[in-house]
Structure formats: C-alpha cells, structure tokens
C-alpha cells in the first residue's frame, strides 16, 4: 500500500471514529433534553442551524467536550490503527471492492425493511422502549415519514363517517352549516352574548408547564406574578397543549386545526391559505400584531403569520437596542416592552387590536438578564422565575396604558417543559395553565372544562360576543358541558384524545390503536383490553378531515355558499 493511500485510509478511520462519537454525544445531548433517541424534530433542526448550534454551545461547555470528542478519536485511532490497517490487503480487486459495498447495501436495506419501529416498543415503559431503539436509524425512519400519507399510516373511516363525525364534534345549538360549502365544518356560530369589540392580548409563554405554577399546586414559589394575576382572572385548570413544540402551539391557537403528525402546518407546503383567527377579527376590523422575540423564519413563523391574516410582524431584528440576546433571540422583558408600545399605537389611531405575543426566555440555555431575580444561576426554575418577572413587569406597564380597561389578556403555556417520564404517551407533561384576564371580571373564578388549545380561538370569540363565521374544529370552553370536554393531543407519531372521563385513546403509526385510563391525580396509563371505540373513531375521523382539508387547500370559508340550518354532507 503506498503512502499516499495509507495516509488517506488512516485519515478516513480518524474522521470515522470523531464522527461516531459525535453522533454519540448529540444523541445524548438530544436525549437530555427530549428524553427521547433521534426523531422528527432532530431532522427539522437541521435546517435551522444558528439557532440550535448557539443554543448548544450556551447550554453546555461545548468547548471542553470538543476537546474530549477529538481527544477520544485520537486515542481509539492509535489504539485500532494497527490491528486494522494489518488486516487490509496490499491491493483489492475493483469486483471485490463493488462486492462489498453491494452486500453491505442490501443487508441493510433488508433490515431496514424487516426492521418496523415498533420493534423496540415492548415493555410499558415509554423510557426503556426509546433506549432499545436506535438513534441512526430512528433518525432516517422520522427523516423519511416527515411528510407521510396519514391515510397510508393510521386506521381510517369513510370519508362521508369521519365527515358527519366531525360535524357532530365542533356542532352547537347555536351554530348553522353552511349549504354546499367546500368547507364541511362551515358554519355561523351565534355566541348568545352582545359583541364587545375590545382589544386581545394572547401571549405564549415557552415551556409553561402547569406543574411551574403556584395557582395550581406547585409549592417552589416559581410564579408569584401569575398567581396574583389569578387572584383578578379565570384560571382554566384543566387544559392541555396539543404538542410538545411551540409551532404546535402556534397551530392550535390561530388556526383551531388538530395536529397532524409529524411536523406544525407552519412549515408545510399548503399553509399560505389557511383560516386563522387573525382573519375573523379582520372582519371586525381589528389590527393584528404577532410579536415573538426570536427570528421569523425560525419554523416559517413568519411567512405563515403574514400570509394568514397578521397585518404587523415584529421578530428580533426589529429590537433596535435589546437588554439581552441569547441564542433563541431577546429576551422576554424586550419583546413585551415592544410590543407594549406597538399595542399603544393602535389604540391612539382608534382602532381595536388583536396581539399575539411569544416569549423564548424559558428555554435552554436558560440565560436572561442579571438583576431581575434573585440567582443567575442558569436552570429551568430560575428560567421560569424570570419569564414570570416578566409577566409582572409587562402588567405593570400596561395597566398604565388607556387600553388596559377595554382589553381581555390570555397568558398560557404553549406547551409544556418535556419532562416525560415512563408513560406510552405523557399526558402530564402536557397540561398548560391558560389564564384570562378580561375587564368585564373583577373577581377570581376557575374552570375545570376539559379542553386543548384549539379551543382557544373558539373561545376568544365566545367572550367577544356576536355572530361569527367559523371553520374552526376547536370549541368554546366556557360554552360546552363540562362531561362533553375532550383534549386532543400529539407526540411524535401518536395522535391522542382524552375525553372528561379520563379515558385515553391513541392512533399510532401502523394503523395501531390503544385505550387507557388515566389516572387524575398522577397521569398514569392503565392498559384497556377493550377499546374505546367511539372516541378512537371520533379521533381518526376528526385527523381525517382537517388532513383532507389541509392538501385540499380547502381551509377557507367558501365565500360562495348559502346559510342552511341543516347540515350538508358535501365534502
């Protein structure tokens, strides 16, 4: 072997070793955070690569585990280098070297294809499941089905079924379909309360899990401001986010739409024409600000935004001289200072507003400024501390502005802080406080109304009052039977709907289905031999429509139909 096809070969081992204990340490890192191998959302990362690189650079000594990753890829190269390189031949024939590649590509293949994921789902335990997988491949198998054919994947009904059901699920004794509509869910929605015209604030809080709030049984104190705030508002406290990433959240809250697996319609190719919440308060001649304090291209929050009814976007380039910048953008305390004065421009040219705030302070790294709260330490409850500084602050900045009187805040976790746990599906990590605050109560009441936070469209416009047009499959949360409340969710590739009698029912990849109980006070799965048929039918016929709909382009009201009060089973 001469010395330049040596060097070359010893170079490649070199990288190969470096290479697999990177993908080694960032399985782990992933891990760490999503407690979960390699999936959907380690693929979706890779196209925001200064994002996710600066927030695991802040998060962690990157620096000194570059150096151990190197420092291990140089000793197992000079501990391996000679047992290998002694086993390869001189020279080997081209057919030889093609023969080898060839077996090596058709063994894989075949286990790729002999080898389902369902293969590591054998104990009850979600944990132990994820540790039998492996990362590469779950890695490749979520890269692969990103974008799949829900009715390739889950069990499905007739088109006409999942039709009526759907209906039956968002239907009211106030609310008329729509005749030949393109839109079966298109109805008119009478609320049965005179219409207010009074400005909406709805700020997303990152990561505000129920578990970080006083209000709702925590004892460590992380939420003061919010609890005083509840001491004024209506606590929901029984709500849960329809994901686990705030492009779900953001899904749910503008456009009332069921999540469809894998990936947020914010980053799919059908979303420049889909009816948002934005586009019913336009027709009252609202503004629309959506504010964030990271980057709007950031899972296409941007371009949905302002092509789906926002007229006003500000994102971290607009903050002229912010307090603070971390990887994820500025800090909460700069975006709600922006947006409060954006807010006090609207009210000066008379016109109601609706806002749409994100913050993105509590998030790892969980850095933010120095001053605010006792510590500076960097941790998860310090990071909820400060967002709930936050929180106050902004409230006590508004509460000074002319518009405060005439204008119902909602403050609510967009998902919760990803602590899972053993569970198939866990459902606690799930449940969000959601807290609002409206001029028209003074006095401190809570709601124990089953629901997710596709209702929370539905039940914006149930507190403003009048008539609206709607295709929304969100629900009013302060106008339906407490025994009727449900909550659909989504994790990873399994759809979910919990219904107020803690039962569980669960499509998963594969045309699988499962049913449990859940335990109210711990959140824990029972297994059911028996399923739950109508909710798992209510389930995949709801996932069903709103997919059809979605690659339809048929997400709008059709402008050319006809008020019937009967419904149609035009699809």
Same mark, same amino acid.
């Given at each position: 072997?001469?010395?330049?096809?040596?060097?070359?070969?010893?170079?490649?081992?070199?990288?190969?070793?470096?290479?697999?204990?990177?993908?080694?340490?960032?399985?782990?890192?992933?891990?760490?955070?999503?407690?979960?191998?390699?999936?959907?959302?380690?693929?979706?990362?890779?196209?925001?690569p200064a994002e996710v690189c600066c927030n695991i650079w802040e998060s962690y000594q990157t620096g000194k585990i570059i150096t151990v990753v190197v420092l291990l890829g140089v000793v197992l190269y000079a501990v391996l280098r000679e047992r290998y390189l002694q086993r390869i031949p001189d020279s080997m024939p081209a057919s030889r070297r093609w023969s080898i590649v060839a077996v090596t590509f058709c063994v894989t293949l075949a286990l790729w294809f002999t080898t389902p994921m369902t293969a590591s789902q054998v104990t009850r335990s979600r944990t132990a499941n994820e540790c039998a997988c492996n990362g590469i491949y779950s890695f490749v198998y979520y890269a692969w089905t990103c974008r799949f054919d829900f009715e390739?994947?889950?069990?499905?009904?007739?088109?006409?079924?999942?039709?009526?059901?759907?209906?039956?699920?968002?239907?009211?004794t106030d609310s008329s379909f729509i005749e030949n509509s393109q839109h079966p869910l298109d109805r008119i929605v009478t609320t049965g309360?005179?219409?207010?015209?009074?400005?909406?604030?709805?700020?997303?809080?990152?990561?505000?899990?129920?578990?970080?709030?006083?209000?709702?049984?925590?004892?460590?104190?992380?939420?003061?401001e919010f609890d005083k705030l509840c001491e004024q508002g209506l606590l929901f406290n029984n709500?849960?986010?329809?994901?686990?990433?705030?492009?779900?959240?953001?899904?749910?809250?503008?456009?009332a739409m069921p999540p469809l697996p894998t990936e947020s319609i914010l980053k799919r190719d059908h979303s420049t024409n889909v009816f948002t919440l934005a586009h019913v308060l336009a027709e009252r001649g609202y503004e629309r600000l959506f504010a964030t304090g990271g980057r709007g291209m950031f899972d296409g929050v941007k371009s949905f935004m302002t092509a789906n009814g926002f007229n006003h976007f500000v994102e971290q380039a607009d903050y002229l001289d912010p307090v603070f910048v971390n990887a994820w953008g500025v800090s909460d305390e700069d975006m709600f200072h922006r947006a409060a004065e954006e807010?006090?421009?609207?009210?000066?040219?008379?016109?109601?507003?609706?806002?749409?705030?994100?913050?993105?302070?509590?998030?790892r790294p969980?850095?933010?400024?120095?001053?605010?709260?006792?510590?500076?330490?960097?941790?998860?409850?310090?990071?909820?501390?400060?967002?709930?500084?936050?929180?106050?602050? %902004? !409230?006590? #900045?508004?509460?000074?502005?002319?518009?405060? @009187?005439?204008?119902?805040? $909602?403050?609510?976790?967009? &998902?919760?802080?990803?602590?899972?746990?053993?569970?198939?599906?866990?459902?606690?990590?799930?449940?969000?406080?959601?807290?609002?605050?409206?001029?028209?109560?003074?006095?401190?009441?809570?709601?124990?109304?089953?629901?997710?936070?596709?209702?929370?469209?539905?039940?914006?416009?149930?507190?403003?009052?009048?008539?609206?047009?709607?295709? %929304? !499959?969100? #629900?009013?949360?302060?106008?339906?039977?407490? @025994?009727?409340?449900?909550? $659909?969710?989504?994790?990873? &590739?399994?759809?979910?709907?919990?219904?107020?009698?803690?039962?569980?029912?669960?499509?998963?990849?594969?045309?699988?289905?499962?049913?449990?109980?859940?335990?109210?006070?711990?959140?824990?799965?029972?297994p059911k031999k028996?399923?739950?048929?109508?909710?798992?039918?209510?389930?995949?016929?709801?996932?069903?429509?709103?997919?059809?709909?979605?690659y339809g382009d048929a997400c709008h009201p059709d402008s050319t139909s006809r008020l019937t009060s009967a419904p149609s089973d035009n699809f």
């Open positions: 072997m001469g010395r330049a096809s040596r060097f070359c070969l010893e170079f490649q081992w070199l990288a190969g070793y470096g290479l697999l204990l990177s993908i080694i340490l960032a399985e782990w890192l992933f891990f760490d955070e999503f407690r979960t191998r390699f999936n959907y959302i380690a693929f979706e990362y890779l196209v925001y390739e994947f889950y069990k499905t009904t007739s088109d006409a079924d999942a039709v009526v059901r759907s209906r039956a699920a968002v239907e009211s309360r005179p219409q207010r015209d009074v400005n909406v604030v709805l700020i997303l809080e990152e990561s505000l899990g129920s578990d970080f709030i006083g209000a709702l049984g925590d004892t460590r104190g992380l939420s003061p709500w849960y986010a329809t994901g686990n990433r705030t492009a779900r959240a953001l899904e749910a809250v503008t456009t807010l006090d421009k609207f009210h000066h040219k008379g016109k109601p507003f609706f806002a749409t705030l994100l913050t993105v302070s509590n998030h969980f850095t933010y400024p120095a001053g605010r709260i006792d510590s500076d330490e960097q941790s998860r409850e310090n990071a909820v501390r400060y967002s709930d500084w936050a929180i106050g602050d %902004f !409230f006590k #900045r508004v509460r000074e502005k002319e518009f405060y @009187k005439n204008t119902i805040f $909602i403050v609510m976790g967009d &998902h919760g802080a990803r602590v899972y746990g053993s569970q198939l599906f866990p459902v606690r990590s799930y449940r969000v406080p959601v807290l609002v605050i409206d001029p028209a109560q003074s006095s401190a009441s809570q709601c124990s109304t089953l629901a997710s936070s596709l209702d929370i469209a539905p039940t914006i416009m149930g507190m403003l009052g009048g008539s609206y047009r709607s295709v %929304f !499959f969100g #629900r009013d949360a302060l106008a339906i039977d407490p @025994k009727d409340g449900y909550a $659909i969710m989504q994790h990873n &590739h399994e759809i979910a709907m919990l219904n107020a009698e803690n039962h569980l029912t669960i499509l998963s990849s594969q045309k699988r289905t499962f049913s449990f109980d859940v335990n109210p006070t711990t959140a824990e799965l029972t028996e399923l739950y048929k109508e909710d798992a039918a209510n389930l995949m016929s709801i996932f069903q429509t709103a997919n059809r709909l979605y």
